[in-house]
């Protein structure tokens, strides 16, 4: 009883770090965003002057610099819930950061009964994992598949990532031959995909890793 107490208390405190993450993410990215469209009526003046004076050239160029602000504001992936859209591509924007080939759909179903909160978990939890692991490669070699969408009645969510040697399951956990593995998160991951009555499974192989979540939809 002791021991399990001690495991919730854990597992409470970092859920509540890995929030406080998130939300910091998520407010960073909106942040920029407001910055962006509050500057909107400046940057038109600005252009406007140049434009009088005919410099064109200028204009051309201001121009260049605000689309090249404007796609780093706007997001890759719109999955249909804000929260998750900045968990989403803030993680993608980190792997690609670390030279990490991102391959990435996702899509919400209708339906699905689950907390904004519970699916950040998940998904940042995947895509911390495979980010880390990836890390430990060659550039060359480093890979991150993310699929999220419907399958038949369920929310699917898969994430492959680049991976050294097969890792040794422990019980439910994975180690590496280096000791470090999926371990904490994806614990973490299993509890949450378990209060809503899904399947979580892991599969390691060499040079990959793969984790498949179905979470039952509200037909």
């Known amino acids: 009883m002791l021991l399990e107490k001690l495991i919730n208390r854990r597992l409470d405190a970092y859920q509540s770090d890995l929030m406080k993450k998130y939300c910091d993410e998520v407010e960073s990215m909106y942040m920029k965003m407001r910055g962006w469209r509050h500057d909107y009526h400046n940057h038109i003046q600005a252009m406007q002057a140049s434009m009088a004076l005919g410099k064109y050239e200028e204009v051309n160029a201001y121009l260049r610099q605000l689309n090249d602000d404007l796609t780093s504001v706007d997001t890759v992936l719109k999955s249909g819930r804000v929260m998750v859209d900045a968990i989403l591509n803030g993680k993608i924007s980190l792997a690609v950061q670390c030279g990490i080939a991102v391959n990435a759909k996702a899509r919400i179903p209708d339906g699905l009964e689950m907390s904004d ?10 895509l911390d994992n495979g980010i880390e692991e990836n890390r430990r490669l060659e550039a060359e070699e480093r890979f991150l598949r993310i699929y999220v969408g419907k399958k038949n009645a369920f929310l699917y969510i898969a994430v492959t990532n680049a991976a050294g040697k097969k890792q040794k399951r ?5 180690f590496s031959s280096k000791g470090a593995g999926h371990g904490f998160g994806l614990s973490r991951v299993a509890g949450v995909v378990k209060k809503y009555h899904g399947t979580f499974t892991a599969a390691s192989e060499d040079g990959g890793f793969t984790a498949e979540i179905l979470i039952p939809l509200n037909s």
């Open 117 to 126: 909160v519970d699916l950040c978990v998940v998904i940042g939890n995947l």
């Open 170 to 174: 422990i019980g439910g956990l994975f």
